[in-house]
């Protein structure tokens, strides 16, 4: 079982920064892809980016140049800086990770709690 953990959210004001962590724990065998997803009230859940194991990042729209993604392999950790936040950055922020663990080869999905993000005057 492998278990996800979200960490520094908070309220800011608009313009400011933020750094989310996202550490997994668990008998993980191989990472595939992690990756950040939101979900404001009443919208659904989006993808705000992506990283795969080679590196390679995706981002949404609505967040490239102001949000990086980067990773960690040696603490099991993946990141997203949050620059410039604007007010409809406000959401709960999730980490999925897609993985094989030791105990079974078959590539699995698992999300973290999520992590409250408020942009606020």
Known sequence: QVQLVESGGGLVQP??????SCVASGSISRIYTMDWYRQAP???????ASITTGGRTNYA???KDRFTISRDNGKNTVYLQLNSLKV??????????VVTTETDPVLETYWGQGTQVTVSS
């Open 42 to 48: 009443g919208k659904q859940r989006e993808m705000v």
């Open 61 to 63: 729209k609505s967040v």
């Open 15 to 20: 313009g400011e920064s933020l750094r989310l």
């Open 88 to 97: 409809e950055d406000t959401a709960v922020y999730y980490c999925k990770w």
